[in-house]
């Protein structure tokens, strides 16, 4: 079996059927001819993240959706990429980011996040309608505050994000965005080092050595806005296509009901190889096997939440979803993109409470062929 990837017609919402079907561990066969494992099982997919006989390198994990040699992955991760890396070499990374991210500083930035959002509220209110929500509100956001998290320069935003873009789409070669963007990340660097400022970037020089921090930059500016973006313009047409819902966006539980519904991340990721044989779900994962997780299916297990199938934004149990991950390399960032969720959702619809679609749903353009699932455009009139 191949990864599942067509989502029914009509359904943007939804994972591919087939999923649903699935016992929670079976066989999947990758494009490089590896026969490795897809886990659909929200326990199944708990225990491959937590369980430390399940690795993370690159150069031993397969791709359920491209050849692993496009982007180098049958390599060792360069020095700085931590996200693809097992401990000790995960941990010392993750150590000098985490006082970065922690849920304390990130609430320091909930005011200039709303402010943020109120000023391109004005420039959408002064435009007029119809406009292009993700160009002008979704995107914007999540890439003006990793910028000043970061001291990336905002004006270079059109650079930064068509390279992203490419980077992650499955049909494009990636590799010529990736370099470019490494190349710019990596002279920002030195820049930094000779002139620091208040940054994280300037704040880790001391730490760090120039390829280094240039990985780690990238990761995080990549993350930083792609993910977030793409979870408000698919969030803010899920809500306009469940109307019902939108009454419930002040309950904490919201944002966290979008991340288990959507899953933007959708195509097998994230992803671990076996160290040794182990048994998972009753099946022996062998030494070398790779196990794809599809969260969009993971996310709406029938044995862990209530009618999965359902948005309901109050819902009790959406905290659980692992939509952010779970394990050691959990989410690093998770509390500030549910900061920009919330601040995002909330002020778009009470600022413009009779937003709406302004083309037929179905004419929605959606990123069905990128790693990370949202919508190419969401134009909207109120």
Request: with cysteine.
């Amino acid at each position: 079996m191949r990864l599942p990837m067509d989502r029914t017609p009509g359904c943007p919402f939804d994972p591919p059927p087939e999923l649903a079907k699935l016992p929670p561990l079976s066989r999947l066969d990758f494009p490089d001819g590896h026969t490795g494992w897809l886990a659909t099982g929200f326990e199944t997919a708990r225990t491959v993240l937590s369980d430390p006989r399940f690795s993370n390198r690159q150069e031993l994990k397969h791709s359920p959706v491209r050849a692993t040699s496009q982007f180098g992955q049958d390599q060792p991760a360069p020095p700085g990429m931590f996200v693809t890396t097992d401990p000790p070499e995960h941990t010392r990374y993750r150590r000098l980011l985490t006082g970065q991210f922690t849920v304390r500083r990130m609430r320091l930035l909930e005011p200039r996040i709303e402010q943020i959002a109120a000023e391109h509220l004005d420039a959408m209110a002064a435009a007029g309608p119809p406009v292009d929500l993700v160009r002008a509100y979704a995107l914007p956001i999540p890439s003006l505050v990793i910028c000043e998290l970061l001291g990336v320069p905002y004006e270079d935003h059109e650079f930064f994000q068509e390279q992203t873009a490419r980077i992650v789409h499955l049909d494009e070669e990636g590799v010529p965005e990736l370099a470019a963007l490494a190349g710019y990340l990596g002279e920002l660097v030195r820049r930094k080092r000779a002139e620091p400022g208040d940054d994280l970037i300037s704040g880790l020089t001391g730490d760090l050595s120039d390829e280094e921090l240039t990985n780690l930059a990238l990761i995080l500016l990549v993350a930083g806005h792609e993910t977030t973006a793409n979870m408000l313009g698919l969030g803010v047409f899920a809500l306009l296509e469940h109307p019902e819902q939108r009454v419930l966006l002040d309950d904490d539980t919201a944002v966290e009901e979008l991340m288990r519904w959507l899953s933007i991340l959708h195509v097998g990721a994230p992803s671990r190889v076996a160290l040794e044989d182990v048994e998972v779900a009753g099946e022996l994962v062998r030494r070398g096997e790779t196990v794809a997780l599809s969260l969009p299916a993971i996310n709406r297990d029938p044995g862990q939440f209530t009618d999965p199938g359902e948005l309901r934004l109050d819902r009790a149990d959406a905290r659980r979803h692992l939509a952010f991950g779970h394990g050691v390399h959990q989410c690093l960032g998770q509390q500030l993109a549910r900061i920009e969720m919330r601040i995002g959702y909330r002020r778009l619809f009470e600022r413009f409470p009779g937003l709406r679609l302004a083309v037929p749903a179905s004419e929605v353009p959606l990123k069905e062929r990128a790693a990370v699932y949202g919508v190419e455009s969401l134009p909207v009139t109120w």
